[in-house]
């Protein structure tokens, strides 16, 4: 195909648009049999549960399915609408996690869009290194990663739920979702290359029987910790992002990593 800067343009948009979205994991079931083929999609958007972007195949590393005692790949990967997917038996009850990261990428933007993306996902600090340090009006060049699980469950909770991917950034539910109920608040910790997470801005999406609602559901303490509230039945997302100087100058200015958990709250 012949490249026009109309096409170029379009090419650049669709990429930020991409960067600018949450990672995340949506199984056809939350709540699997044991031994039944389960079928992942990987979603990328800020629609929850409903995904923006899909071929993007080329990106995905190491998906699988891990429950206690054992794990399978998610493969029979392929491009499906506007999402990626593959599918996975669940070789085990109780709490199933669906997990997967991206390679890594690069993006710049211009110094606007790159403020405003700090400011939408509470990135303060960043915001703040680069006022002291004379940089608020230069573009902001990024390398980002993302992680992303989903807690699923076949038959009874066996407390597998908490259980550590081991992901350069991680939410860690400190409570079985699938033993709360609606008015809960779901205790999370958030491990970055495993130590707390401190000041992050955790966002959570809900959806159910047509209805959507995004918010922020506050920052973490000193010690990564933070109660998220689930007013509602229905399907859950939680999301939080981390950022520091990259420790590749010559590659970017930032580094970031994306981490987002899903799972139904019955």
Same mark, same amino acid.
């Given at each position: 195909?012949?490249?026009?800067?109309?096409?170029? &343009?379009?090419?650049?948009?669709?990429?930020? =648009?991409?960067?600018?979205?949450?990672?995340?994991?949506?199984?056809?079931?939350?709540?699997? &049999?044991?031994?039944?083929?389960?079928?992942? %999609?990987?979603?990328?958007?800020? *629609? $929850?549960?409903?995904?923006?972007?899909?071929?993007?195949?080329?990106?995905?590393?190491?998906?699988?399915?891990?429950?206690?005692?054992?794990?399978?790949?998610?493969?029979?990967?392929?491009?499906?609408?506007?999402?990626?997917?593959?599918?996975?038996? =669940?070789?085990?009850?109780?709490?199933?996690?669906? =997990?997967?990261?991206?390679?890594?990428?690069?993006?710049?933007?211009?110094?606007?869009? $790159?403020?405003?993306?700090?400011?939408?996902?509470?990135?303060?600090?960043?915001?703040?290194?680069?006022?002291?340090?004379?940089?608020?009006?230069?573009?902001?060049?990024?390398?980002?990663?993302?992680?992303?699980?989903?807690?699923?469950?076949?038959? +009874?909770?066996? %407390?597998?739920?908490?259980?550590?991917? %081991?992901?350069?950034?991680?939410?860690?539910?400190?409570?079985?979702?699938?033993?709360?109920?609606?008015? &809960?608040?779901?205790?999370?910790?958030?491990?970055?290359?495993?130590?707390? =997470?401190?000041?992050?801005?955790?966002?959570?999406?809900? +959806?159910?029987?047509? %209805?959507?609602?995004?918010?922020?559901?506050?920052?973490?303490?000193?010690?990564?910790?933070?109660?998220?509230?689930?007013? *509602?039945?229905?399907?859950?997302?939680?999301?939080?992002?981390?950022?520091?100087?990259?420790?590749?100058?010559?590659?970017?200015?930032?580094? *970031? $990593?994306?981490?987002?958990?899903? $799972?139904?709250?019955?």
């Amino acid at each position: 195909m012949k490249t026009t800067p109309s096409s170029i &343009a379009l090419l650049l948009a669709a990429t930020v =648009a991409a960067h600018g979205h949450v990672l995340y994991i949506m199984p056809g079931n939350f709540l699997p &049999a044991g031994g039944a083929t389960i079928t992942v %999609g990987f979603h990328v958007g800020d *629609s $929850f549960p409903e995904s923006e972007v899909g071929g993007r195949l080329d990106r995905l590393k190491d998906p699988r399915l891990i429950w206690r005692n054992g794990s399978a790949a998610i493969g029979n990967l392929r491009v499906d609408g506007k999402r990626d997917a593959g599918d996975a038996v =669940a070789g085990g009850t109780g709490e199933l996690i669906a =997990a997967v990261q991206t390679i890594p990428n690069l993006i710049e933007l211009n110094p606007a869009k $790159f403020t405003d993306y700090l400011k939408e996902e509470g990135l303060t600090e960043t915001i703040a290194w680069r006022a002291a340090h004379g940089e608020s009006g230069k573009p902001g060049k990024e390398r980002y990663s993302k992680y992303a699980k989903a807690v699923l469950i076949a038959g +009874a909770a066996n %407390g597998f739920a908490s259980h550590r991917v %081991g992901y350069v950034i991680e939410i860690i539910p400190e409570a079985d979702p699938y033993t709360l109920k609606p008015g &809960a608040l779901l205790p999370v910790q958030v491990l970055f290359r495993g130590k707390p =997470a401190a000041d992050l801005q955790i966002e959570s999406a809900w +959806a159910a029987g047509g %209805g959507q609602k995004t918010t922020v559901a506050g920052r973490t303490g000193p010690d990564g910790r933070t109660k998220v509230p689930l007013p *509602s039945a229905g399907l859950w997302r939680i999301h939080t992002i981390k950022m520091e100087r990259c420790a590749e100058p010559s590659v970017a200015d930032w580094e *970031s $990593f994306w981490a987002s958990m899903t $799972f139904e709250l019955r």
